[in-house]
């Protein structure tokens, strides 16, 4: 998480390239751990880095440290969260159209025609 942070803070001059991959990183993190990773996990991971931080670097983590830590991690944390829905709600839409196409496959006969009962008058025009 420092790692990422760290590269996060020196890439703020290339927002173009950063965003996408923070957007991106997010979207990977809906794979970890069986799609069980969420939004409170964030939180909880922002409390554990200014844990860590703040006994790490002591009397050097001033108030104006823990403000610009907390900030890169917000906005981090934001474009993670933006991916992460971003591929939660394209893995939805997959799920339903395979929903779709599976039902749609089941209204056919052996032969691809539709399975509704019809005269043998309507199929021998």
């Known amino acids: 998480v420092i790692t990422a942070v760290g590269s996060s803070v020196a890439g703020l001059q290339r927002t ?14 809906m794979g970890y ?6 939004e409170a996990h964030f939180g ?9 931080l703040r006994t790490c670097l002591r009397e050097a983590f001033t108030p104006d440290v823990e403000f610009a830590w907390a900030t890169a991690y917000r906005f981090i944390s934001a474009l993670m969260l933006e991916g992460m829905r971003e591929a ?4 939805a839409q997959v799920k339903k159209k395979a929903s779709m196409l599976s039902s749609a496959a089941s209204t056919r006969s052996f032969d691809g025609s539709p399975c509704r009962s019809q005269s043998s008058s309507t199929l021998n025009p």
Not at 16 to 29: E, I, N, S, T
Not at 44 to 51: F, S, T
Not at 88 to 91: A, N, T, V
């Open 16 to 29: 173009d390239a950063l965003v996408p991959k923070l957007r991106q990183l997010g979207m990977r993190h």
């Open 33 to 38: 751990a069986s799609g069980e990773i969420t």
């Open 44 to 52: 909880i991971v922002r409390q554990a880095l200014m844990k860590t």
């Open 88 to 91: 939660s709600s394209l893995e």
